[in-house]
């Protein structure tokens, strides 16, 4: 369980990140779940290989501030955007972000896609 409270704020979109070397613009849809990564991270791992499974009908974005070679075949693109990641006040990944019509309406530390579905539900 997490144990952060919700701070709601607005965030930025569309935002420019670089996924595989490429800077792209992204736009956040009016519900998506944000999770902050960071290499060398179990939780992250297990997050990125069942979080479409969890999350079937929600936009899912992985953000990271820096690059790392362990993601290099990761089943979701890796936005790395450590400038977005300051203006959403993401301090210490890993963290879960649920965003509604471009507001924070939810968030917590990352532990496991159960976890965050459990913490979200009925949000």
């Given at each position: ?53 969890h999350f079937p009908t929600t936009q ?64």
């Amino acid at each position: 369980h997490s144990f952060d409270p919700v701070r709601s704020r607005p965030l930025p979109s569309p935002f420019v990140a670089q996924v595989n070397g490429e800077s792209i613009e992204v736009e956040i849809e009016n519900e998506a779940l944000l999770f902050a990564i960071k290499p060398g991270c179990f939780s992250c791992q297990s997050v990125l290989s069942d979080a479409s499974e969890h999350f079937p009908t929600t936009q899912i974005l992985f953000v990271s501030s820096e690059e790392s070679s362990e993601w290099e075949n990761a089943p979701h693109p890796i936005h790395v955007t450590p400038q977005f990641l300051e203006v959403a006040e993401v301090k210490f990944p890993p963290v879960y972000l649920l965003v509604r019509q471009g507001r924070v309406v939810a968030e917590g530390a990352l532990f496991s896609s159960k976890q965050v579905l459990d913490e979200i539900d009925g949000r």
